[in-house]
């Protein structure tokens, strides 16, 4: 039982997938703190002033506290737009893949005649 745990955890898939996810995980604390730390002070504070709130988190209206949601939005919308452009990025620096043509078999007639030649014999 130890074997078949030592090879299930040393997989190439299960290394790969906890790599992403680790790294998943530092560049959703980079993404957060750049809408946090970033854009929210640049964009959102004149529209954070305008409504009187100093945080975004207590942004609401008629008890509908959807500041925190504003920002995750933002914060997914920041995630996706870098995430495209990592991906683009990768593709262009990954060497494309050759496909090798299909191998040509014979023809329906030539099976045919090959056939007929076999029958004949």
Excluded: H
């Excluded at 920002?71 to 452009?85: D, E, K, M, P, Y």
């Excluded at 043509?101 to 014999?121: C, W, Y």
């Amino acid at each position: 039982m130890l074997k078949d745990l030592k090879a299930f955890l040393f997989k190439g898939n299960v290394l790969d997938l906890a790599v992403a996810v680790i790294i998943g995980a530092a560049f959703g604390a980079i993404i957060t703190s750049l809408v946090g730390d970033i854009i929210t002070p640049l964009i959102l504070t004149p529209a954070l002033k305008a409504a009187n709130v100093e945080d975004i988190a207590k942004l609401g209206w008629n008890g509908v506290m959807y500041g925190k949601f504003l920002s995750a939005v933002i914060n997914f919308l920041v995630v996706g737009t870098s995430l495209f452009f990592i991906v683009k990025a990768a593709e262009k620096a990954m060497p494309k893949k050759v496909e090798e043509p299909a191998p040509v078999g014979p023809t329906q007639e030539e099976l045919l005649t090959e056939i007929r030649d076999l029958l004949k014999k």
